[in-house]
């Protein structure tokens, strides 16, 4: 009789501890579509869109983590979400090959579908997690195979239901002209708005420059009696319809000043809510067999291993969505198997109030705060204690296995090395067992378009530079960097399939290290940079390079984890981190990397900078062009060389012939596919380009 008891009381104690759990509670399909057939993929593949509809409970402590979920309560205790998801599976669910890619959406965009994943019968399963609802995510009424993912999160709100309030920046810049102009952050709105359209309660400053230190010259108060928060334009002059997206300036804008305003913003929302509502939707599809109302999972009993990825921006986010814990489950199990941050190599800026996750580490964006190494290290430089991502899924046992890779861009301009070297630069931080990481020497933030005619002036190689992504940062200086990621990340593929479905290990990692004499301060002399012809000589000095900037964001935040309440804005900057970069070889191209047939057969100079031109976009010129590459051509003929004073050998000097370089493709890729980083098909094609390419026709 006891011993049915105690059986009955643990049973209902599960009941309860289920029915507390965070999770999905409804899924509505809103659209099912036949994926078009491709080259290649014999298994006929569909798309399905819709939303899911969770629960979680704030008691929880993984939920607990999630800065103002307290203030995100409805009326019966419980915080309620809906995210958007795609699936891309088999129609017939028999030639599912049992992986799942779980994809973070980048700014709501979901990446195509890779031919190589349709080959293998894998599942893709892209769902929601940025909330800010600004723009690119703006929420929908359904979900779409074509469109945007979108999050639904609460407000914060006090326990009285008065508003939440607090210090808000936003800037202008590159801008002209007496038309007004939104604040944004990334092409994408500031998601918050002013509490109050009363201009002095607000501060709007102008700039006439500042550096990549954070140094600040001809700073200028705009008096609130010049400017509104307002529309105006030819048939609406100052001071405008009144808008609080946009402001509204007297004398209009001028596009060699940058223009940056402090207001008073009100309902911030609870966007950590977006680490738990793609943890429980992944939860839901890998596990679940239907939601509560009988709507069946369309993969249920079909995934047996899953990875989670992302890229850049939503690669940051796996970073930071891991080193919170969410990897672990309400019911203590481990959620993904694998996880891909591509190009990612920080945790990004989402689990505090007033948060702008679109943001790119632009001045005084958070993201660089506390730990962005893997595993324990003191951050004596910042003051903080030994920590590292891997801290929380340590102790539950819950740690996936992880592949990282970089760009030459990452290094540059979105600070990357500390992840490798800690915040003071001077020892080689040990990575895992369950960690491989590599890196893609002089590339561009991922990856560029590749093929041999793109390095070749006149014939494939364009005049002008690529775009600036970022705040209307302007154009590069320097032409597109070319080298392409798309056949690492290829064999990267394969190789990360093996190892979370079959336990093989793959390629060791490979990056460039202090141990190895690889890495130094990021100067031209320290580096090693040659003469590079038509670029100024100064790059890449003075700081080119975009630094970590210590900030101090007020007593409220929390650094080590990027959570809290930042009170000041913009925040102080305590000091400026020394950044180390890979160094360079006679042709200025970085060493440490994996193979790559473009670089170890290359055709010019392959740069992870650029630099900004001036023109229509004054204000960002000679600084870094944010996060693209360039490229610098080698001279065709030793003539050609020497009349441009370029000290790197030409084209002729350096093959010969046409079938020269065709056989140093070759080359090359033997090397590649011998060391695990290129696959067999990829090799043949790239050798079938060079021959059909114009090099030294």
Request: net charge neutral; charged share 20%.
């Amino acid at each position: 009789m006891y011993k049915a008891s105690w059986i009955l009381a643990c049973s209902l104690l599960g009941a309860v501890h289920l029915s507390a759990q965070a999770r999905v509670t409804r899924i509505v399909i809103d659209e099912t579509q036949p994926m078009p057939a491709v080259a290649g993929a014999a298994i006929a593949y569909e798309q399905i869109a819709g939303r899911a509809f969770g629960e979680l409970d704030p008691k929880l402590p993984n939920n607990a983590i999630i800065q103002d979920i307290e203030l995100a309560k409805d009326a019966d205790g419980k915080v309620r979400y809906m995210a958007s998801f795609v699936i891309y599976k088999p129609v017939d669910l028999k030639q599912a090959s049992g992986l799942m890619w779980h994809d973070v959406p980048n700014r709501g965009r979901v990446y195509p579908f890779a031919v190589q994943e349709r080959t293998f019968g894998d599942i893709e399963l892209a769902s929601a997690w940025q909330g800010d609802n600004a723009g690119w995510t703006a929420i929908k009424p359904k979900a779409s195979v074509s469109g945007m993912q979108f999050l639904q999160v609460p407000v914060a709100k006090h326990q009285d239901g008065s508003r939440v309030t607090g210090h808000v920046l936003g800037r202008i810049v590159n801008q002209s002209g007496p038309n007004s102009q939104p604040l944004i952050v990334q092409n994408n709105p500031v998601p918050y708005k002013p509490l109050d359209l009363d201009t002095s309660k607000s501060t709007l400053t102008s700039r006439g420059s500042e550096n990549m230190r954070g140094e600040v010259t001809d700073e200028q108060a705009i008096a609130a009696t010049d400017w509104a928060w307002a529309k105006c334009d030819a048939q609406h002059p100052f001071p405008g319809v009144p808008d609080p997206t946009q402001i509204c300036l007297k004398n209009g804008f001028d596009a060699k000043r940058l223009y940056q305003v402090v207001f008073t913003g009100a309902d911030p929302y609870v966007l950590g809510v977006g680490y738990a509502a793609w943890r429980d939707v992944a939860v839901f599809f890998k596990h679940a067999r239907a939601d509560d109302q009988g709507t069946p999972n369309p993969i249920a009993s079909v995934v047996k291993h899953s990875i989670g990825r992302g890229v850049s921006q939503s690669g940051n986010y796996l970073r930071g969505w891991l080193h919170l814990g969410f990897n672990q489950d309400e019911a203590g199990k481990q959620v993904h198997e694998g996880l891909w941050p591509i190009i990612a190599g920080r945790r990004i800026a989402l689990n505090f109030r007033w948060a702008q996750p679109d943001g790119v580490l632009e001045l005084y964006q958070a993201g660089s705060e506390g730990p962005q190494w893997w595993l324990p290290h003191a951050d004596v430089v910042r003051g903080l204690p030994s920590a590292g991502i891997l801290d929380r899924c340590t102790r539950s046992q819950t740690c996936p296995k992880i592949v990282e890779h970089f760009g030459s861009a990452e290094v540059w301009a979105l600070k990357l090395t500390p992840e490798w070297v800690g915040t003071d630069g001077k020892q080689d931080l040990s990575l895992p067992p369950n960690v491989k990481r590599y890196y893609i020497a002089s590339s561009n933030h991922g990856g560029g378009a590749g093929g041999f005619d793109s390095s070749l002036p006149g014939v494939g190689l364009p005049k002008t530079g690529p775009m600036c992504p970022g705040n209307n940062f302007g154009q590069g200086v320097l032409p597109a960097n070319p080298v392409p990621h798309t056949h690492t990340v290829n064999a990267l593929r394969v190789h990360f399939r093996n190892w979370v479905m079959r336990g093989t290990e793959p390629p060791a990692s490979r990056y460039p290290t202090l141990a190895r004499g690889e890495l130094a301060p990021a100067s031209k002399d320290a580096l090693g940079y040659p003469h590079l012809p038509g670029l100024r000589a100064t790059v890449p000095e003075r700081d080119f390079i975009m630094p970590v900037h210590d900030y101090d964001w007020g007593p409220n935040f929390n650094a080590l984890d990027g959570s809290g309440v930042p009170s000041l804005a913009p925040p102080r900057i305590k000091q400026v981190l020394t950044m180390l970069a890979p160094k360079v070889d006679a042709d200025g191209n970085e060493r440490g990397g994996v193979p790559v047939v473009l670089l170890d057969a290359p055709l010019g100079t392959y740069l992870g900078w650029n630099v900004t031109a001036g023109g229509a976009k004054p204000f960002h010129q000679n600084e870094i062009c944010n996060y693209v590459g360039g490229m610098v051509p080698f001279a065709r003929t030793a003539q050609e060389r020497q009349a441009n004073q370029d000290v790197r050998p030409s084209l002729q000097e350096r093959y010969g012939s046409h079938e020269g370089y065709v056989q140093a493709v070759r080359q090359a890729t033997q090397r590649a596919m011998k060391e695990g980083f290129l696959l067999p098909e990829d090799a043949a094609m790239l050798i079938q380009e060079a021959d059909a390419s114009a090099v030294l026709r």
